[in-house]
Each structure stands twice: as C-alpha cells, then as structure tokens.
C-alpha cells in the first residue's frame, strides 16, 4: 500500500503563490499516475491536474498556466505549483496515486489526507 502525504498548504493572499508537495515515504512514486484534486464543503471533489507516462493533463481550464506540476524538495514526492491564487480556488487540495491519469477519481488507488489552502481577496 502507499502512502501519500500531501504539505504545503496555507493562508495567502490573492495573487500570491503556493507549492504544495505529496511525498510517498515508502513507494517509488515515479511507478504511478499521480493527480491532485481539491474539494470545496458541499461540493464534489473536482480533479485538477495529473501526470503519468503520457505527460500531464490539465482538467480545469481556469488553472492552465497558473498551476503546473513541480519539483519537490524530499525524496519521491512531487509538487503542485499555484501561481495567481485566487479566493476561488480555496478548498482542501488532495493527491493521489494510480495506474493512469483519468478526470474520474476512481482510477485512484492511494489518496493523502488533504492540506488547506485558503486564498484571501
């Protein structure tokens, strides 16, 4: 089983900029497809971004060129680079871990446990 350990999340101001990072302490993260998804109360979880073997596939049009996959400061773990934040994209980010990239949280195996990230105006 792997797990996931999503960091980084926190308070900042609109316009600001975030790194979060998912580290898999014991697994060879590079193995799988790996998604991040956030979740706002009351709504669905939405999927976001996700790379795998065949490259990177942006779900939401509104993140392309604000959040981009990133290089993480530990050992088998990724990041999730947010630029331009905006009070909108306040929610509780996960990232997850599976065979191949798919919008369909279903095709995610191993899920960490969330950070905050709350955007200010």
């Known amino acids: 089983e792997v797990q996931l350990q999503a960091s980084g999340g926190g308070l900042v101001q609109a316009g600001g900029s975030l790194r979060l990072s998912c580290a898999a302490p014991?697994?060879?993260?590079?193995?799988?497809?790996v998604g991040w998804f956030r979740q706002v109360p009351g709504k669905e979880r939405e999927a976001l971004l996700c790379?795998?073997?065949?490259?990177?596939?942006v779900y939401v049009g509104s993140l392309k060129g604000r959040f981009t996959f990133a290089s993480a400061n530990v050992k088998n773990a990724v990041g999730l680079q947010m630029n331009s934040l905006e009070p909108e994209d306040t929610a509780v980010y996960y990232c997850?871990?599976?065979?191949?990239?798919?919008?369909?949280?279903?095709?995610?195996?191993?899920w960490g446990q969330g950070t905050q990230v709350t955007v200010s105006s």
């Open positions: 997850a871990a599976g065979h191949k990239c798919s919008s369909n949280e279903a095709y995610f195996w191993y």
């Open positions: 014991r697994s060879r993260l590079n193995d799988y497809a």
């Open positions: 790379s795998d073997d065949d490259g990177v596939q």
